[in-house]
């Protein structure tokens, strides 16, 4: 298992379709600087995803009717201190797994975290810890809308080596998982189809294709049963 704690919240706008957020009134501070860093996250965000449109070659605005009722959420993950601590066989961190939605700003709190491009055989690579910096990484659905053009990132945190687990400690980190509005329909994203590049999805629901990753996660349905292509498409 994951040897984590994660407290999370989601957007404060009704029209998103959420549950009201629920924050604690102690410690003094807590909730206002939470949903603080909720809003400039997701105003980051937002302006990456206009330069991922010119990137895509789209108008600048093409995502905004898409994110304007967003369902994005803001995860507090404390790995504790594993300094005198019996890990269990197999534990790590974090598990090995991609993101759910559009794009993820992650505020690392220390070493640990790795990256790989193969899905299969993976061969993992640090990711530098910088102080103050971001990590961004892709979700499965902007690899599911742009045609497999873009990848989803492939992560995990693993435990401390045995010689520096005092001076690893305990880690924190803050993970904005941006994601669409609930009924927003997905389909390839125009300049990313073309004759010779045939689009490999069916259209879906964002909400549906969340549902389908989450439930995914908990073993309830097939572990890629959120990107199952077109028949005749291939296997991802």
Not at 6 to 31: C, H, T, Y
Not at 134 to 151: H, P
């Amino acid at each position: 298992g994951d040897l984590k704690e994660m407290f999370n919240i989601g957007p404060k706008d009704p029209a998103a379709g959420m549950a009201p957020r629920r924050l604690p009134s102690q410690p003094a501070g807590f909730a206002e600087a939470f949903e603080g860093y909720y809003e400039h996250a997701n105003a980051l965000a937002q302006r990456l995803v206009q330069a991922f449109a010119l990137a895509l070659g789209l108008e600048r605005e093409w995502f905004d009717d898409k994110i304007d009722r967003h369902c994005s959420a803001l995860r507090a993950n404390n790995y504790p201190d594993q300094a005198g601590m019996s890990v269990p066989p197999g534990s790590v961190r974090c598990s090995a797994h991609t993101d759910y939605g559009v794009l993820t700003i992650l505020k690392s709190g220390g070493p640990g975290l790795q990256v790989s491009k193969d899905r299969v055989d993976p061969v993992w690579h640090d990711v530098p810890h910088v102080e103050g910096g971001f990590v961004i990484n892709l979700g499965d659905l902007m690899r599911r809308w742009t045609n497999d053009r873009w990848s989803s990132t492939l992560h995990r945190v693993v435990n401390p080596p045995a010689e520096v687990t005092s001076s690893w400690g305990r880690r924190l980190s803050l993970a904005f998982f941006h994601n669409l509005n609930k009924d927003a329909v997905v389909q390839a994203i125009p300049s990313c189809v073309s004759e010779s590049t045939p689009a490999l999805y069916d259209e879906i629901v964002a909400g549906e294709f969340l549902m389908l990753k989450h439930l995914a996660s908990q073993g309830k349905v097939a572990p890629e049963a959120h990107l199952r292509k077109r028949s005749g498409r291939g296997d991802d």
